[in-house]
Every structure is written in structure tokens, then in C-alpha cells.
């Protein structure tokens, strides 16, 4: 299994609460609820980032495909 880091998370009771009955709908510990929510939080954040970039049509050189017999 990977090397874990562990660290101090203050949170108020009330997040932690609903964290609680989160993990508990999920069949989850709150420690892997709250790696589950990061981890898809950083997948849908890498995904959004990318895709522009994915997205962005190619470049046409100046007057291509602009009416190409003048106005009508």
C-alpha cells in the first residue's frame, strides 16, 4: 500500500457531521470519504483545465472561408 502523509484537519462540527452521514450512505470511514471527495474534486479540476485547451478549434488564415465569391 502507498506511503500515507498524515496531517491535523480542524473542521467545524457541523461539516463534520454531515461528513459523518456522507461516509455512512457510502459505506466509507470519514478518512476515505474525505480522499474520495478530494481526489474527484482534483480529477474534475484537471479535466476542466484541459479541456479548453482540447476544445479550441484550429486557426484559419485570414479571410479563409469568409464568403468566398464576395457579398452577395
Given at each position: 500500500m502507498a506511503e500515507r502523509k498524515p496531517f491535523l484537519l480542524r473542521l467545524p462540527p457541523e461539516l463534520m457531521e454531515e461528513l459523518n452521514r456522507w461516509a455512512r450512505?457510502?459505506?466509507r470511514s470519514v478518512n476515505a470519504q474525505i480522499e474520495y471527495v478530494l481526489r474527484e474534486a482534483l480529477r474534475r479540476r484537471r479535466r476542466v483545465t484541459l479541456e479548453p485547451a482540447a476544445q479550441t478549434p484550429p486557426e484559419r488564415p485570414?479571410?479563409?472561408g469568409e464568403g468566398e465569391g464576395g457579398p452577395v
Open positions: 450512505d457510502e459505506l485570414a479571410g479563409a
